[in-house]
């Protein structure tokens, strides 16, 4: 990137174990890819209550929806970023379903969301 603003830094690879450390500093965390079979980034971005800015893909729909902000193009996250900076009761938001999705996800909470389906399977034999 040419001239990127001075508060946007390329930290290159991080260890795993300093990832919450930067998820801490960020005031949001920006996933544009066009494709992820599990946003495993969005799940730690949640997990510190990070705002978050997703491309609007049906997987994140079908799994996460409602706990991030979507963004269909280079324009709309550009503008889910303005609105974040910009708007403090919506960063709250944000930093709150985040919070909520990361506790969704917690592996307490999967292990049950599984027993609770192999329960099921086994009853409808």
């Known amino acids: ?17 300093e990832m919450n450390g930067y998820y801490n500093l960020s005031d949001v965390f920006l996933l544009p890819s066009y494709t992820e079979l599990f946003p ?8 510190t209550g990070t705002p978050t800015v997703l491309r609007d893909l049906d997987l994140y729909k079908a799994i996460i929806d ?3 902000l979507p963004a269909k193009d280079r324009t709309g996250m550009q503008q889910a970023l303005q609105n974040i900076d910009s708007d403090t009761a919506l960063r709250e938001k944000l930093s709150s379903d985040a919070l909520a999705a990361s506790e ?5 909470n999967v292990a049950k969301i ?6 099921e399977q086994a009853e409808v034999k």
Request: aromatic content about 20%.
């Open 66 to 68: 409602g706990y991030y």
């Open 1 to 17: 990137m040419e001239n990127p603003p001075a508060n946007l830094k390329f930290p290159g690879i991080v260890d795993r174990s």
């Open 104 to 108: 969704r996800y917690s592996a307490d």
């Open 114 to 119: 599984w027993e609770k389906f192999y329960t």
């Open 40 to 47: 495993m980034s969005a799940l730690e971005a949640f997990s």
